[in-house]
């Protein structure tokens, strides 16, 4: 590793509960027509610890016939079964006895998610398994609620002849899902929830560096009562498992979460059989601190908008915009903040902070970091790695940047934030846009009229006022620009899962 690493001690990683030990000693299996099965292939993967660098379980590697197996045991649920003849109440009922039995194993999920992404167990347990508990709630509701309209028509082809004409939705299908490691249990929960509600099957394939609570869901998803099938989980690396899955003629539609690099193969991919794609990528959002902010909730709301999960967030706010008035204030009370952040293992109760995900992603964020201080750019606070054995990054602020360095431009995916001053309200819609990318921006301020006159200049799919990192099931979320391809969440993401039909009856 190229940046400088402190030598600042970090605690020690508890032992997990029995429950979750128990969890980890399961053999490496697949969840195809609902049962756990070996892989055809004989490749594993090791389930890795970040705090401690140690391998914690074994997963399967699944290969083409695996993939194979996934599709056609969704696609065998979606044309026959029970699952097409159920009704949208009955729907519904499942999606509740699944969120039901995610609250009965919550303590347990927040724990593996701790050790399998690194975050606190402690935010596990109050942001993603309540999150996916949530989400599945939701979209229960959903399965009852999917309408169609009544239209009235012109044609005129046929002298006398009237017609009835109405718009239905379908679910479209046999649905793969790829899902990151930021937030693996949610995100799961975001591809599932909507997808079976609106009635589709699913081939599940989580990151390859956190498939362990997928893994415990998909235990939930059989003891709930979903028919064999329905949905399916694969572990497995992406150009294996996941291009497959993309490149699948009996896949109907790709949902993906991950990097826009990633996001850009797939929808080249699936080109091919036109596959429905809806993508949501990386972004580098922009927080604006307009000159009459309130500075102690600026610094709050800033910090946590970068720090929060460490980084690893796709709408996280790594791009700090002050004007001239409060930017020295608000930048020694970011850094004051990031220097009060406890590091350590998520499992430990004094932790605030964990490690990264990966060693890789690790060293992808200090690399950025030297390439920010080689660019000219002066490290405020942090700009290093702690400790020795887990994949620690200490929350960095870098200032003196300009537009065109990489830290920057590109999207860091850790504790980084980039801090620039700015003089002219009007300057600032370029500033924040001046990006490939456009999934979220925060405006900081409580003139009325400024917020509302530059929320709607901001290129970006959610703009947060006053706060960052807000998302609800209810409100659409998704990118502009490099950031994505379509909306989650709420009425959108059950049009993502359904296909329109026009029928026209003569009467
Ligand atoms: P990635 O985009 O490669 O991984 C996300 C998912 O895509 C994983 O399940 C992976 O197995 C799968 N995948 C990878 N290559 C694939 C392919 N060719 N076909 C189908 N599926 C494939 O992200 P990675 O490499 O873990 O992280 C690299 C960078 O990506 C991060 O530093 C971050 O900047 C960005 N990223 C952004 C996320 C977001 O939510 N916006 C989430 C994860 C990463
Ligand atoms: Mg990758």
Redesign the pocket.
């Known amino acids: 590793m190229n940046a400088a690493s402190s030598t600042l001690s970090i605690a020690a990683q508890p032992e997990p509960s029995p429950t979750v030990a128990q969890f980890l000693r399961r053999a490496p299996r697949l969840l195809i027509g609902g049962e756990w099965v070996e892989s055809r292939s004989p490749r594993t993967l090791p389930a890795i610890d970040p705090a401690t660098g140690r391998t914690v379980a074994t997963l399967a590697d699944a290969g083409q016939a695996d993939v194979d197996r996934a599709v056609a045991a969704a696609r065998e649920a979606f044309e026959k079964g029970p699952w097409p003849d159920m009704l949208p109440a009955q729907r519904e009922a499942l999606l509740w006895r699944l969120s039901d039995l995610i609250e009965k194993h919550a303590d347990e999920l927040a724990e593996i998610e701790s050790i399998d992404n690194g975050k606190t167990k402690f935010m596990a347990s109050i942001v993603d398994v309540p999150g996916a508990r949530n989400y599945f709630r939701y979209m229960a509701g959903w399965a009852t609620k999917i309408e169609g309209s009544t239209l009235q028509t012109s044609f005129g082809g046929i002298p006398g002849a009237k017609f009835h004409t109405y718009v239905s939705r379908e679910p479209v299908g046999v649905v793969a899902q790829?899902?990151?490691?930021?937030f693996p249990l949610a995100?799961a929960a975001w591809k599932i929830g909507p997808a079976l509600a609106a009635g589709c099957t699913c081939v599940l394939?989580?990151?390859?560096?956190t498939s362990l609570s997928a893994l415990r869901l998909g235990e939930l998803i059989i003891e709930a009562g979903f028919p064999p099938g329905v949905v399916n989980i694969l572990t497995?690396?992406?150009?294996s498992?996941?291009?497959a899955?993309?490149a699948h003629p009996g896949v109907d539609k790709i949902a993906?979460?991950?990097?826009?690099?990633?996001?850009k193969?797939?929808n080249k991919?699936a080109t091919d059989t036109l596959k429905r794609v809806s993508l949501?990528?990386?972004?580098k959002s922009p927080v604006i601190v307009l000159p009459d902010a309130d500075p102690a909730a600026v610094i709050g709301g800033a910090a946590n908008a970068i720090f929060f999960n460490s980084g690893?967030?796709?709408c996280a706010g790594s791009r700090l915009f002050v004007h001239r008035k409060l930017y020295d204030r608000v930048l020694e009370g970011i850094s004051a903040a990031a220097e009060s952040l406890q590091l350590g293992p998520g499992l430990h109760p004094k932790t605030q902070l964990g490690p990264l995900?990966?060693r890789?992603?690790q060293e992808?964020?200090l690399a950025y970091i030297d390439s920010g201080r080689t660019q000219g750019a002066s490290v405020v606070t942090g700009g290093e790695s702690v400790g020795h054995e887990g994949y620690y990054v200490k929350p960095t602020v870098l200032a003196n940047v300009n537009p065109d360095m990489r830290v920057v431009r590109?999207?860091?995916?850790?504790p980084v934030l980039v801090a620039q001053r700015f003089d002219d309200l009007d300057d600032i819609a370029a500033f924040a846009n001046d990006t490939p990318y456009g999934?979220a921006a925060s405006i900081w301020s409580n003139d009325l009229k400024a917020v509302h006159r530059l929320a709607p200049k901001i290129k970006a799919g959610t703009v947060w006022v006053n706060c960052h990192n807000v998302l609800d099931p209810n409100l659409p979320f998704g990118g502009y620009k490099q950031?994505g391809i379509g909306r989650e969440h709420g009425r959108a993401a059950i049009d993502l899962y359904t296909e329109m039909k026009s029928v026209c009856i003569a009467v």
């Open positions: 790829i899902v990151p490691w930021n995100m394939k989580p990151a390859e560096q497995g690396l992406g150009e498992a996941g291009a899955l993309v993906f979460t991950g990097s826009t690099e990633v996001g193969i797939i991919a949501e990528l990386g972004g690893q967030v796709c995900v990966s890789d992603q992808r964020v590109e999207e860091i995916f850790g999934l950031s």
